[in-house]
């Protein structure tokens, strides 16, 4: 078992203090690796023996940051200080310019400019410092180095602009970064912390994390539902937006599932908690949010990778830009020194960094608030790159709940016999349709009976002994092989197959008893869904199906699909989704999460439908739609090219920010606080536009 321990870090806020504590942490005797979430705070120490939480602590406290490994943090007081030396920096630094300017340079100016470097830098040398001792060339001991440098060669104005707008902007970017962790609180908060119960004759409120698990809890009209349980008295109408984004209320009687964090609307209820507050399925989406948000995205990587060399190269090179120009030509050491600090403050890649890991997180929470769970920011990107979709017909193209509308008897057979064999078949088959004939035997009246021998054959039918006679019961391809179709039979189930209805055929071995005409309506608002998939850049839309060809043909072309796969076994829906990925790439398959799992699994992207309460399915896909509503798939796209959109756009403005300031640097065209005004301006900028993820 892995010796794993998670710590919560305070004021962290920027990639390289992220960077460096992983770093130093790592180095510690008996740790086998650190890893920094940024957008969490938080930081996974994995040890190879006794673990030493202390010295992780010390470790990071040098680093000038608090780690806390019981997750609990006292809200940093710093945050609130650096505010108010922001703006005694931002005053002393506007009294120096207009003092400048009134009465020129005299004995008053240089203090002013002084007091508003040292406010404005208070944190900023004391991390610089910090930097220093642990030889890491981070943003604040640059910037330090900047600042001094400027005060040494007399551009005190500088100095003090500079350091007044880089503690403004850290001031800003903390509150951008707190915006963009507290996305996912907004699915926490839905959530009550206490819960009405009974216990021992008497209604009591207690906390959610004390309720045991078959307790009645009591929810009155208009609050939210504290845990997951079954409805053991009264009616009401619930709304689940928390858990599968879909704002209309569902009518829920006894007997009815609920979920924690969903909102009773009408009506008193009493519900018997079925599972503990750490498992209910809002703390399962939460856990598998904040799961996906640590995990690094492929353009994060690409990004960390150019990160890594770029900041080496621009020091060195502004040490070059300080020194050979002096040396060699005898130009001006003070001119030349200036245009050196200003590439020192354009060294840091703070902008570059945070670009891709902001958006990422944003998108993800912007999916789950629309019922949309997505495990990773690989998969947010692989949805903005999809070309192809295959989608399951059962439950996904259609409702899903098939229902018997016919029956059609031959060669003898009393009707109720043959309802009563099919139903007894049917009763041992995992079979999307098996559910269908058992009801509608139910429902008629009619009785199972034992069946011995039983035996499946997968994606074909099966068979039994029923009163000593061996019966089959399948597909019209089952019992082609078995030679007892004839003309007449296939002429009846040609109209059955054209009428969108899929034929069940039951029989014994040398002939044919009866046909079950099943039908499973087309789920509303599909038609639509597969036009907007299209207007999203999806070139290719696949219906991959078990069911005979013509009912397959008649539904696929209703819908507008541009290919249907029929009569598949499960290993064909694997081969197909293989092939398909040959051509296009990038393809995802839509399924139920249990039944199309190896196809899920050998899609791009696996996406499973309805998958409220379903464990197994949260489990099988890269992307699971909460509510069964297939309308959910276009904005997934959308969210996922619009994801793409916004870090290219981020990943230009960085890059491209940096270069124009360094070439402006070396000619001397810019200066010290113009440096960190597009340094940190870039930083901010790819902040909010990541931001923009999550809105509607």
Excluded at 444 to 449: D, H, I, L, V, Y
Excluded at 651 to 662: D, E, M, P, S, Y
Aim: with cysteine.
């Amino acid at each position: 078992m892995k010796n794993i321990h998670n710590f919560k870090i305070s004021d962290l806020d920027c990639p390289d203090c992220a960077a460096k504590i992983e770093k130093h942490v790592s180095a510690i005797n008996g740790v086998k690796s650190a890893q920094v979430n940024l957008m969490k705070s938080t930081l996974t120490v994995e040890f190879t023996n006794q673990p030493d939480l202390k010295a992780v602590e010390r470790c990071v406290k040098e680093l000038g940051h608090v780690a806390s490994s019981s997750q609990q943090l006292t809200p940093p007081q710093s945050r609130n200080w650096q505010l108010r030396l922001t703006i005694i920096s931002g005053l002393f630094t506007a009294a120096g310019i207009f003092h400048y300017q009134w009465h020129g340079s005299d004995s008053l100016t240089i203090p002013l400019y002084v007091i508003a470097i040292l406010c404005g830098g208070f944190y900023v040398f004391r991390k610089g410092v910090l930097a220093l001792k642990n030889l890491s060339a981070d943003m604040n001991l640059l910037m330090s180095i900047a600042v001094i440098g400027a005060a040494v060669i007399g551009e005190w104005d500088e100095g003090a602009t500079a350091m007044f707008l880089f503690s403004l902007a850290n001031l800003l970017e903390s509150y951008s970064m707190d915006r963009a962790r507290n996305s996912i609180r907004k699915l926490m908060d839905i959530s009550p912390k206490q819960a009405l119960i009974h216990r021992d004759g008497k209604e009591i409120i207690i906390l959610v994390s004390e309720v045991k698990v078959g307790e009645i809890i009591i929810i009155k009209p208009g609050g939210n539902i504290p845990l997951d349980g079954k409805i053991v008295a009264g009616t009401s109408s619930i709304n689940q937006a928390a858990i599968t984004g879909e704002s209309l209320p569902l009518e829920k009687i006894v007997g009815d599932e609920v979920f924690a964090g969903t909102l009773n609307q009408r009506g008193t209820l009493e519900v018997k908690v079925t599972k503990l507050f750490e498992d209910t399925e809002l703390a399962r989406i939460i856990h598998l949010v904040e799961e996906a948000q640590a995990q690094r995205a492929p353009s994060q990587n690409f990004v960390d990778k150019f990160a890594k060399y770029y900041t080496p190269i621009v020091v060195g090179s502004a040490l070059l830009v300080a020194v050979l120009p002096t040396l060699l030509f005898h130009a001006p050491f003070t001119d030349w020194f200036y245009r050196a600090l200003v590439m020192l403050v354009i060294a840091c890649p703070c902008a570059l960094v945070i670009s891709t890991p902001v958006t990422i997180v944003s998108g993800l929470a912007r999916a789950a608030w629309s019922g949309i769970l997505i495990k990773g920011g690989a998969h947010l990107e692989n949805a903005g790159k999809l070309k192809c979709i295959a989608l399951d017909k059962t439950g996904t193209l259609t409702v899903g709940k098939p229902q018997v509308e016919n029956v059609i008897v031959v060669n003898g057979i009393q009707k109720t016999q043959l309802i009563s064999v099919a139903a007894t078949l049917e009763s041992r088959s995992e079979h999307h349709l098996a559910t269908a004939i058992t009801e509608f035997s139910s429902n008629n009246g009619n009785e199972s009976m034992k069946v011995d021998n039983f035996e499946a054959f997968p994606g074909k039918g099966v068979k039994g002994m029923i009163g000593g006679i061996e019966y089959f019961l399948g597909s019209h391809a089952m019992f082609e092989e078995m030679g007892i179709c004839d003309s007449k039979v296939h002429d009846t189930l040609s109209n059955i197959e054209n009428s969108h209805q899929s034929a069940v055929l039951v029989g014994r071995k040398d002939l044919l008893l009866g046909i079950f005409a099943v039908t499973d309506q087309i789920r509303e608002g599909a038609e639509e869904v597969i036009a907007d998939l299209k207007k999203n850049g999806i070139s290719h839309t696949v219906m991959l199906t078990g069911d005979n060809h013509r009912t397959a043909q008649a539904i696929g072309h209703k819908l507008g699909l541009d290919e249907i796969r029929s009569e598949l076994l499960p290993q064909d829906k694997v081969a197909v989704v293989r092939e398909l990925k040959e051509k296009y790439q990038y393809v995802a398959m839509v399924g139920d999460g249990v039944n199309d799992a190896p196809a899920l699994a050998a899609a791009s992207m696996g996406i499973a439908m309805g998958t409220a309460g379903t464990d197994a399915a949260l489990e099988t896909a890269d992307v699971a739609l909460m509510a069964d509503d297939l309308t959910r798939l276009p904005l997934l796209m959308t969210l996922g090219r619009k994801t793409l959109f916004i870090i290219k756009q981020n990943v230009t403005l960085a890059i491209g920010i940096k270069v124009v300031f360094l070439a402006l640097a070396i000619p001397g065209l810019t200066t010290l606080w113009m440096a960190v005004f597009a340094d940190m301006g870039a930083s901010l900028l790819v902040i909010f536009n990541g931001l923009r993820m999550l809105r509607k």
